[in-house]
């Protein structure tokens, strides 16, 4: 059974940092792209970053460029999502995505995971 699974959510100030990992189990991700998206209370999933397989290409949400980094470690099979100077609007259930190319929407996201909390207080 394939699963991606998150880690690394939390409560944090706001201006706060959390870095959240994502362990796929069941086959290896090596050559899948991978990302990372959010959804809060009472709205749609949305895109937050994504990263080729290669680790050479990235690319980020409008909302989160300049503070979130996305990276991966193909030999640990994990992708990880640093995320810098949080704010209370980044509070969502944050989900670890997995596909066979770059994407920015959920429709071209063949994996997901469980989801991790992130609240930032103000």
């Known amino acids: 059974q394939v699963q991606l699974v998150e880690s690394g959510g939390d409560l944090v100030q706001a201006g706060g940092s959390l870095r959240l990992s994502c362990a796929p189990s069941?086959?290896?991700?090596?050559?899948?792209?991978m990302g990372w998206f959010r959804q809060a209370p009472g709205k749609e999933r949305e895109f937050v970053a994504t990263i080729h397989w290669s680790g050479s290409y990235t690319y980020y949400a409008d909302s989160v460029k300049g503070r979130f980094t996305i990276s991966r470690d193909n030999v640990k099979n994990t992708v990880f999502l640093q995320m810098n100077s949080l704010k209370p609007e980044d509070t969502a259930v944050y989900y670890c995505a997995a596909g066979p190319s770059i994407f920015t929407s959920r429709f071209q996201v063949r994996y997901w995971g469980q989801g991790t909390q992130v609240t930032v207080s103000s």
């Open positions: 069941g086959r290896t991700f090596s050559r899948d792209a």
